[in-house]
């Protein structure tokens, strides 16, 4: 034990000390000497106990005295305590405060156990050192691990802490961490918390932040190696982000305790976007409510901080959308009962619905029923399954969790309640579904034609393109056999599929089927048909973004604009719609003024008649923030960005491609604005996005990753003192990797 050298006036022996003098509780009855230890003064007391420095005879040295307060401990204790005090002896390692004796005094109160453990002279308490020595997360991370190593021997010998906390892990001149206090709440049966209800309850709060859900409900039985590793959690959030995962702060102890239980902590990217990844997840992993989801030993999580500081792949990963989900109904098991039976029921309903029409078609007479008369029988089936709005689905799924659990914002804002419904309907709609389409409808190639290509549009709204590829190959095949290239239907699933195919980043492909789109319904139907409008905008989109080359984009987009102008009018949303691509244009070609025309007016006119929160509205703000930001006018781009960002995030989840694409704008914003940490962070958030969703050779992943590493270079320039978890080197050996792949794929340049 040893005295904290910034603060001589509190103890570092506990959290919970204070100054103590004669009048303290337990002060005034401690005699000179204890056992063969002469008393030289007191450290500090708290609700525990009182600790003072002492001096031993045989060897020389000074040691730190714990001498439990009368009151705290039972009769039960005292019998016990002799025998598991021989047990703390025995814990001999450099990261733990070594108890030399344990024994009982009896200063007319009856038997007081007291702890004689070495005296780390010149100590600092664990936060308190890393802030005076601005230590930089990694090395944050080197001395954690030397504490998780110091736990790990400790839970070897049958040892449990169960008070783990910065007051109790001191920090020596050197830098080496001594933890105190291992195992004396089980030798002194006070576990802390009872002893502690009685005396200090105003002082258990601090205790509390340390504690993991099942050592709230107060049985020490229950208790085993895995709160030592929840407390470990607590501290390691506390030194990545310098501030507790829950305010306790004016909380009564039944609040505090049920906070503990039932809230997710905030997430560490909220506080430091460079956090969001790896290191969020292990921090998250050791904080998991559920035991049997936490790190299942102290040294699972030591590993895992080593993989991440010689950037090898952690073991743990993100709990899933099924995991998050159950995290929220844990507590109402009857509503989530009743939830899960709605939700079942109304995928069933619609899944039955679809396989009864897909059977009636199957087995009706082909000679009675003509192919026009199978496409209305299934018209129905179609339209129900085109009416699903992923972004509304997961809004609405978000609004009745929170309202039937009665969850706060923070703890529904962990789950991407869009990305769940998506994730859902893949794995028990889509798929099946597909599979139901295929094998039942063989006989009747149009209206399996009809339902693969709505099923295609479907699943490419909902944000999983290479999931739709499969059915929107498919779909044009089946037409263009059946009713010939030139047929309307056939135009259409071209243009589908070409959009598709941009979105997948298989350019060639997306060409050729655009290109036979514009020339097909230009040449058959006239070029003020919607289609081909559709298939204009396909094909600048493509030249513009996928082949960047926005001059000879840009015909397409005046045309568009010119055509839709004259067939819908000037505020139908379509026109709106060219309006914002016209804007995008001028963007590209550095006509700012003339670009924020375009992005204002179709916004405008898109307030006076739809609702805020829908895609184009979206795609405007964001367009909107990315042109202001360009011009220098960052406060208001601010505005803009922020607000969009947040709406996507929650309409369309944290990997959607319109997500990452405001993410990236954040990004650039915080670059311009000098705030180099924040525009790592949110760029760095875009390049794991766009990996999970597309794959790390995707152009939109790499073009991601040659970002993080100008942003990183960029952050190094300006702050070549600041800590970098992963530095740019290490970001452009990850690219050089990829690039050296075999590529089949156009490669965006180097922005």
């Not at 071209?494 to 997948?504: V, W």
Request: aromatic share 8%; charged share 25%.
């Amino acid at each position: 034990m040893g005295e904290n050298h910034k603060k001589p006036q509190q103890t570092p022996q506990a959290a919970d000390a204070t100054i103590v003098d004669g009048s303290t509780p337990g002060a005034a009855s401690i005699p000179e000497t204890i056992g063969p230890y002469q008393v030289k003064r007191i450290i500090g007391s708290g609700g525990m106990g009182t600790v003072v420095l002492a001096q031993q005879d045989n060897p020389r040295r000074d040691v730190a005295i714990k001498i439990m307060n009368p009151g705290v401990i039972s009769r039960k204790a005292l019998r016990r305590f002799e025998f598991e005090a021989q047990t703390l002896g025995r814990l001999q390692h450099s990261a733990i405060a070594q108890v030399y004796e344990a024994g009982t005094f009896d200063e007319g109160s009856g038997g007081r156990p007291y702890f004689a453990m070495e005296y780390v002279a010149n100590a600092t308490e664990l936060v308190d050192y890393v802030t005076d020595q601005e230590l930089d997360i990694k090395a944050r991370l080197q001395l954690f691990r030397a504490i998780c190593a110091g736990v790990e021997y400790g839970h070897q010998r049958g040892v449990i802490h169960r008070d783990l906390k910065p007051g109790n892990i001191l920090v020596d001149a050197e830098g080496h961490p001594k933890i105190i206090d291992f195992g004396v709440a089980r030798s002194t049966e006070s576990d802390s918390v009872s002893a502690t209800l009685a005396t200090e309850a105003g002082q258990l709060i601090g205790t509390l932040q340390y504690m993991s859900p099942e050592q709230v409900e107060l049985d020490p039985s229950d208790l085993d190696t895995r709160s030592d590793v929840y407390a470990l959690g607590v501290i390691l959030y506390q030194l990545l982000v310098d501030r507790l995962p829950y305010d306790l702060t004016g909380a009564s102890l039944t609040k505090a305790g049920k906070f503990i239980k039932e809230t997710q902590p905030a997430r560490l990217s909220e506080t430091n976007a460079n956090l969001k990844g790896d290191l969020e997840t292990i921090c998250l992993k050791a904080l998991e409510k559920d035991r049997d989801q936490r790190y299942q030993s102290v040294g699972d999580l030591s590993e895992d901080i080593r993989r991440y500081l010689a950037d090898e792949p952690i073991i743990a990963r993100p709990p899933t959308r099924a995991e998050q989900f159950r995290r929220l109904v844990r507590k109402n098991k009857a509503a989530a009962i009743a939830a899960t039976v709605v939700a079942v029921a109304l995928i069933a309903a619609t899944t039955i619905s679809i396989v009864f029409a897909v059977e009636a078609v199957r087995q009706r007479d082909a000679a009675e029923l003509a192919r026009e008369n199978a496409e209305e029988l299934a018209e129905i089936q179609l339209r129900q399954l085109a009416s699903f709005d992923f972004s509304k689905m997961g809004d609405s799924l978000r609004a009745r969790m929170m309202d039937e659990f009665q969850l706060d914002a923070v703890g529904a804002d962990v789950v991407d309640f869009t990305g769940a419904a998506s994730d859902l309907m893949k794995e028990h709609f889509f798929e099946p579904t597909l599979d139901q389409i295929k094998e039942s409808l063989a006989d009747q190639p149009l209206v399996q034609a009809s339902m693969l290509q709505t099923l295609a549009s479907v699943i490419t709204k909902a944000g999983l393109p290479r999931v739709a590829e499969e059915p929107q190959a498919m779909a044009l095949e089946l037409r263009i056999v059946e009713l010939g290239k030139s047929h309307e239907d056939t135009i259409e699933t071209l243009i589908s599929a070409g959009n598709l195919y941009h979105e997948l980043a298989q350019y060639d492909k997306a060409k050729s089927h655009l290109e036979d789109a514009v020339e097909l319904s230009r040449r058959f139907y006239g070029v003020e048909h919607p289609l081909y409008i559709r298939s204009i905008v396909g094909m600048g989109y493509l030249i513009q973004y996928g082949l960047d080359d926005f001059v000879a984009a840009t015909p397409y987009y005046e045309e568009t604009l010119v055509l839709t102008r004259k067939f819908y009018g000037d505020d139908h949303w379509k026109t709106l719609w060219a309006l914002g691509n016209m804007g995008a244009n001028y963007q590209a070609r550095s006509k700012y003024p003339e670009a924020l025309a375009c992005y204002m007016e179709s916004l405008d006119s898109h307030r006076r008649q739809y609702e805020e929160e829908d895609s184009l509205s979206l795609a405007i703000m964001d367009a909107i923030g990315g042109n202001l930001t360009v011009q220098g006018r960052y406060q208001e781009a601010d505005e803009y960005l922020v607000k969009c960002l947040a709406m996507r995030r929650r309409l369309l989840g944290d990997q959607h491609k319109d997500t990452l694409n405001t993410t990236g704008k954040m990004a650039s914003l915080r670059l311009q604005e000098g705030k180099f940490q924040e525009a790592v962070g949110y760029m760095t958030a875009a390049m794991n996005g766009a990996r999970g969703t597309l794959g790390k050779s995707h152009p939109l992943s790499i073009a991601y990753l040659q970002r993080t590493i100008f942003y990183q270079q960029q952050w190094h320039e300006a702050e070549p003192d600041a800590g970098h978890d992963v530095t740019a080197a290490e970001y452009q050996a990850q690219l050089d990797a990829i690039q050296a792949e075999p590529a089949g794929t156009n490669q965006p340049p180097v922005p």
